[in-house]
């Protein structure tokens, strides 16, 4: 009796070391995805490295706040820091930041907040702040959109956070941003997406001629003559200028194929990123949503190209439409 009761007792022991310790484990739930066993340490920077004709150097800004937009994004090899990507992951991909890093990250709509942590470098295209993944943007509420303004927050969260996170669970929710905060941060990045004012060349005037010194030549006067009769005029008939009628330029011919990059609640989202990217927007019927697309285009040959140019730039979920412009 002493033996098994001996034995109940070790087994409880083991149970309650079990459940304190491995802070870094997946945190078990019914059908949840397995998630490897990652950690923060060592963290990482890596060289710096070149998006276009930027470069941007890796560093460890403990007080980093920025603006700007963020995509997400699908990724296929291991992240930039060696860990297996997981799409239902909270993590996301940063061109600078210490890999791994926790952010807040808000949606300048919404003013919804949530933890992220940072594994992976990127975006890999200059109009993007962030890339977060699938799980991520899903949690923020821009998995439909494709890409929204965000602000983009360094933090030192709670240990009992980062474990979830590690874990591949989301953090607890953040309290929404206040829209007076909201409205800085929103005319923050508006005037980020405003190009900087170029130069004028004002031509400046001829200065005027100097004067001459010189007297005027007095004019010679006319020889004496016979007085002669002035000439007669000749009565000339003006010859009516023919009509030309202005032939109206032919419009060209309107396409009923678009590719859509993205769809914004606020118009100075859609704008923004429309600016960046050359393309339009184009609001809904009821004014709720404004789109930013590429076209029309007047063959579906045509648009499929734009498309493929749109995802070649970053923008992995634009998509082509027809007959809905």
């Known amino acids: 009796m002493r033996f098994e009761t001996r034995l109940l007792t070790g087994a409880a022991a083991?149970?309650?070391?079990?459940s304190c310790g491995g802070g870094d484990l997946p945190l078990a739930?019914?059908?949840a995805p397995t998630v490897e066993r990652v950690s923060d340490y060592p963290v990482k920077l890596g060289e710096p490295f070149t998006v276009g004709s930027t470069?941007?150097?890796?560093e460890d800004a403990a007080l980093y706040d920025e603006v700007g937009i963020a995509g997400w994004y699908a990724n296929s090899s291991p992240t930039a820091n060696g860990e297996s990507f997981a799409p239902?992951?909270?993590s996301a991909a940063h061109k600078t930041l210490p890999l791994p890093s926790y952010v807040e990250v808000t949606a300048?709509?919404?003013?919804?907040?949530?933890?992220v942590?940072?594994?992976d470098r990127g975006p890999m295209s200059n109009d993007r702040l962030i890339d977060l993944s699938e799980g991520a943007a899903r949690q923020l509420g821009i998995v439909d959109k494709g890409a929204a303004g965000v602000r983009v927050r360094r933090v030192n969260p709670p240990e009992n956070e980062k474990s979830a996170l590690r874990s591949g669970q989301p953090a607890t929710v953040r309290m929404d941003t206040p829209e007076s905060l909201l409205k800085v941060l929103r005319d923050k990045l508006a005037k980020q997406a405003k190009p900087a004012a170029q130069p004028v060349a004002v031509e400046k005037p001829a200065p005027p001629p100097k004067a001459n010194s010189a007297k005027p030549a007095k004019a010679a006067k006319p020889a004496a003559s016979a007085k002669t009769e002035p000439p007669k005029p000749v009565a000339v008939e003006a010859k009516p200028k023919p009509k030309t009628e202005a032939k109206a330029k032919a419009p060209a011919p309107g396409g009923n194929y678009v590719v859509q990059v993205a769809a914004f609640?606020?118009?100075a989202n859609a704008d923004a990123l429309a600016k960046k990217l050359n393309a339009t927007v184009s609001p809904t019927a009821d004014g709720k949503l404004f789109r930013v697309r590429f076209g029309p285009f007047a063959t579906e040959k045509e648009a499929q190209a734009a498309l493929a140019d749109a995802k070649k730039r970053g923008y992995p979920q634009a998509r082509m439409l027809r007959d809905q412009l």
């Open 14 to 18: 083991l149970l309650t070391l079990a």
């Open 29 to 31: 739930s019914a059908g």
């Open 55 to 58: 470069t941007y150097t890796p």
């Open 88 to 90: 239902s992951a909270i």
């Open 108 to 115: 300048l709509d919404t003013g919804r907040t949530i933890l």
């Open 117 to 119: 942590r940072i594994n």
């Open 265 to 267: 609640a606020s118009r």
